[in-house]
Each structure stands twice: as C-alpha cells, then as structure tokens.
C-alpha cells in the first residue's frame, strides 16, 4: 500500500493515522483548521483533538485537498456525517478512480435519510466503498490500546483490502457484507449513548442505564432489519459491542454531552461544552423522522426527540416511557 489519505482532522480519523504511519504507511491528512495542519507537520501533535498523544514520523497534513489525496490509494473519510456530501463532491473530481473510498463516520443523511456509503456512492459511483465501525475510541487507539473493527462493503474483496490494511497486533478487523445492518447499527447507538448520558446525568443508577441499553438495542435491531439489516450484525461488534463502549465511556462524546443534558444544561449548551459534533444529536432527530416514515417504533428515540427538539420536560419524558402499555418482552 503506497499511500493513504485521511480527510478530516479529527480524533479517530488521526488516531488511524497513527496506527498505519506505525506500519510505515504513507499518510496524508487534509484538515479545513490550518492550526491543526501546523500542528501536525511542525509539532508532530494534534493537540485539539489528542492532546497528549506524539504522532509517529510518516504523517503530513494539508489544507489543500488536491494535494493530500494526491496518489492515494486509500482515501479515508473522517469528517462528521453533516458534510459528508460535501466532502464526496469535491473528491469527485480530483480522486485516483481505483482508490478505495472508507467512511468513518456514523450517521444518516438528514434531509435524505440515506446511508452515508449511499451518499459516497452517488458522489463517486466509480470507487468502492468501505465501512470501518465497531466499538472504538480514538483516545484508545491512539495509544495501542487492543481495539476491534469491522470492515464492511458489499465487495468483499474491498473490505478484504481494508482489513488487511488496518490489522495490526493492537487493531483485529474483521469483515462484514451486511453494510446496512453496520451502519445502522453505528448510526443508532449514537441515540441510546446520548439518552445513556441524559439518565447518568439526572443521577439514576446501573437497573436504568442496562434497561435502556438493551430496549435501546431492540430498537436497533428493529429498525436495521426494517432497512434491510441482518439480525446477527446487530449483536455484534457493530451493533452490541458499539452500544456498550458508547453508553459506558467517559470518552464517548455522545454520553458526555447527555450528561450535561440530564444536569439541566440544553442541547446546545452541551455541544458547546463538549466541543465536538455530537452525532447522536442529528441521529436522532434523522431516526424520528424515518421511524415515521417507516411507521417503525422506536419510543426512546421518539422520546429523546422530544426532549431535544421539543422541550419535553426529562422527569416526564421518563415517566411517560415507564408507563407505556404492557407488553410482552420481544424482539
């Protein structure tokens, strides 16, 4: 592999970075933050968003697009699922055709409600796309802490190469051709995390939080198989294994912020003080609106919206989902 370029110059797209530039990979990086580009290439840090972390030699940056992908043979997209879109349409005409696109990021398209690898795919119909999820923190991976992934495409042989590039002794990927049930499943955990965080901060205990975890996986599991999703990806690295790293971690941005939230802070109060995209924001209010759509329930999502986007009072929000009619436990 000759050379493989991140855009976007976030934490786990950098974190990544430094996991390839330590397999002597060549690694580029485009960023819009032109502090975080001098940081990189004069400190050897990305101090924004790693602090502490020493970035390994290998490893340039740039704020010009054209030039970070220039002969890349794997183009990395770190970016929040926002400007996916954006970021795919300016590729579109300066990307190597042969180079394997892989999204990072978890999410749907908001007004679409489209997955982001049919977003890419649309952008640059001419390259293969490739997932790479599962339960991972950048702040972990950054410093070789055992980590899984899963590297999912609906061509094999992509995900095949992507698993290769990325294995190391400290990252084991696996592969998956279920790329809707992945991406769901990363999208919607997002969801149960910041609901997760909402709960720790109004000082409930551990009876709640596994209560909400695992009806927050049904409504994964549910909504996934609705778009076409495999059952058993949902139980998986993808879908489990990222709900219990993303609800449990101080590292998960999503729980952090709904801790703030639960303390009496608002939406954008917590954005603000977290200091980075909060995907589960923008998932969930993108989920409501498809589970109408879909006429799917999915209550702690609606339940969440309403709070968010509506002002539902939290003691109330609670109240309601706890008195819901009796039903049988399923699946």
Request: charged fraction near 25%; hydrophobic fraction near 45%.
């Given at each position: 592999m000759a050379k493989v370029a991140f855009i976007g110059?976030?934490?786990?797209?950098?974190?990544?970075?430094?996991?390839?530039?330590?397999?002597?990979?060549?690694?580029?990086?485009?960023?819009?933050?032109?502090?975080?580009?001098n940081d990189i290439n004069i400190n050897k840090r990305n101090s924004k968003y790693l602090k502490e972390v020493k970035l390994p030699e290998g490893i340039s940056a740039y704020t010009n697009m054209r030039?970070?992908?220039?002969?890349?043979?794997?183009?990395?997209?770190?970016?929040?699922?926002h400007v996916i879109k954006e970021v795919?349409?300016?590729?579109?005409?300066?990307?190597?055709?042969?180079?394997?696109?892989?999204?990072?990021?978890?999410?749907?398209?908001?007004?679409?409600?489209?997955?982001?690898?049919?977003?890419?795919?649309?952008?640059?119909?001419?390259?293969?796309?490739?997932?790479?999820?599962?339960?991972?923190?950048a702040e972990e991976v950054a410093v070789n802490i055992p980590t899984t992934l899963v590297s999912s495409s609906f061509d094999e042989e992509s995900a095949k190469v992507i698993q290769d590039l990325f294995m190391t002794d400290r990252i084991r990927v696996y592969t998956n051709t279920d790329l809707v049930g992945v991406e769901i499943g990363g999208a919607v955990k997002n969801i149960i995390a910041?609901?997760?965080?909402?709960?720790?901060?109004?000082?409930?205990?551990?009876?709640?939080?596994?209560?909400?975890?695992?009806?927050?996986?049904?409504?994964?599991?549910?909504?996934?198989?609705?778009?076409?999703g495999k059952p058993e990806t949902f139980y998986g690295l993808t879908g489990m294994g990222d709900l219990i790293v993303t609800c449990t971690s101080m590292h998960s941005r999503n729980r952090r912020a709904g801790i703030l939230i639960g303390k009496g802070y608002t939406m954008e109060e917590a954005s603000k003080e977290v200091g980075m995209v909060?995907?589960?924001?923008?998932?969930?209010?993108?989920?409501?609106?498809?589970?109408?759509?879909?006429?799917?329930?999915?209550?702690?999502?609606?339940?969440l919206y309403y709070v968010l986007f509506e002002n539902k009072n939290l003691d109330e929000a609670v109240h309601e989902l706890m008195t819901r009619d009796k039903k049988q436990e399923i699946y």
């Open positions: 110059g976030g934490s786990f797209g950098t974190a990544l970075a430094i996991a390839l530039a330590q397999k002597k990979i060549q690694i580029s990086i485009w960023a819009r933050d032109e502090k975080v580009v030039d970070a992908i220039e002969g890349a043979d794997v183009v990395v997209l770190g970016t929040p699922s795919s349409e300016k590729l579109k005409d300066i990307i190597n055709k042969d180079a394997i696109v892989v999204n990072i990021a978890k999410g749907i398209e908001q007004n679409s409600l489209k997955r982001l690898s049919q977003v890419i795919q649309e952008e640059l119909p001419n390259n293969k796309v490739v997932v790479l999820s599962g339960p991972s923190h910041l609901a997760a965080g909402i709960l720790d901060g109004i000082g409930y205990g551990d009876n709640t939080k596994a209560a909400l975890m695992t009806r927050g996986m049904t409504e994964i599991a549910r909504v996934g198989m609705r778009m076409g909060v995907e589960g924001m923008k998932a969930c209010k993108a989920f409501h609106l498809l589970s109408e759509k879909l006429n799917e329930d999915m209550p702690i999502t609606k339940t």
